[in-house]
């Protein structure tokens, strides 16, 4: 069964270095998405992007954050100089379809020091 | 804004009982609801779907509701076993293909 994919499983990176996470979405889907999980908190929404564009954005997505898909696979987030707060999982996305399921990597644990 | 709110946080139970989780929302005028299941330290695994025009969604020993209305959406477990212990999450979109809103979880264990 096809899956969405993420490397690496986890990055650990000093405050103030830019990291990129990786995602592999299911090869159909059109519309992707970025989300955050700080430990024990909710999983938050940080971005969706359909047709090379960015189509949604959180509060949290700041100037930062930024996504691409560089070629017709990959997915990437990347965050420009890390914070200890931007420490969390991040998990991506995609779907076949606007409005439909959503489907989930396993996710990248970001460490910040 | 929406607000995801789900009860219990936490439930134990023994193998082979029946159960149901809650979730809620404050905006009615959402377009999915969709239930997950993360185990420790995992991604996120749907579980099911309901469109906004459904009442509710039958896989294996779980069925979903969703009572729009109210704000209000059921998960049912059937015949608990061990192997359902972990955190499920309810999660609603309030456009097709915008995000989604997660709410904190409720955390299943089911004891042998």
């Known amino acids: 069964e096809p899956e969405v994919t993420q490397t690496p499983s986890h990055q650990v990176t000093q405050m103030g270095q830019e990291v990129i996470l990786r995602c592999v979405p299911i090869?159909?889907?059109?519309?992707f998405y970025w989300y955050r999980q700080i430990l024990g908190q909710k999983v938050e929404f940080l971005v969706s992007?359909?047709?090379?564009?960015?189509?949604?954005k959180s509060e949290i997505f700041d100037d930062q954050f930024s996504v691409e898909r560089p070629d017709g696979s990959n997915f990437t987030l990347k965050i420009r100089s890390t914070k200890l707060e931007d420490s969390a999982m991040y998990f991506c996305?995609?779907?076949?379809?606007?409005?439909?399921?959503?489907?989930f990597g396993p996710g990248t644990r970001l460490t910040v020091t | 804004k929406q607000e995801v709110t789900q009860i219990p946080a936490a439930l134990s139970v023994p193998e082979g009982e029946n159960l149901v989780l809650n979730c809620s929302f404050t905006?009615?005028?959402?377009?999915?609801l969709q239930w997950f299941r993360q185990d420790p330290g995992k991604g996120l695994t749907s579980l099911l779907l309901?469109?906004?025009?459904?009442r509710e969604q039958t896989s294996g020993r779980l069925n979903a509701s969703l009572d729009k209305s109210s704000g209000r959406s059921t998960l049912y477990i059937a015949a608990s076993q061990p192997g359902d212990s972990a955190t499920y999450l309810c999660?609603?979109?309030?456009?097709?293909?915008?995000?989604?809103?997660f709410g904190k979880g409720t955390t299943l264990s089911v004891s042998s």
């Open positions: 996305a995609s779907s076949v379809a606007s409005g439909s399921e959503q489907y």
């Open positions: 090869s159909n889907h059109l519309y």
């Open positions: 992007f359909y047709n090379n564009e960015i189509s949604e």
């Open positions: 905006d009615s005028a959402i377009y999915n």
């Open positions: 309901i469109q906004s025009s459904q």
């Open positions: 999660a609603v979109d309030n456009q097709a293909g915008t995000a989604l809103i």
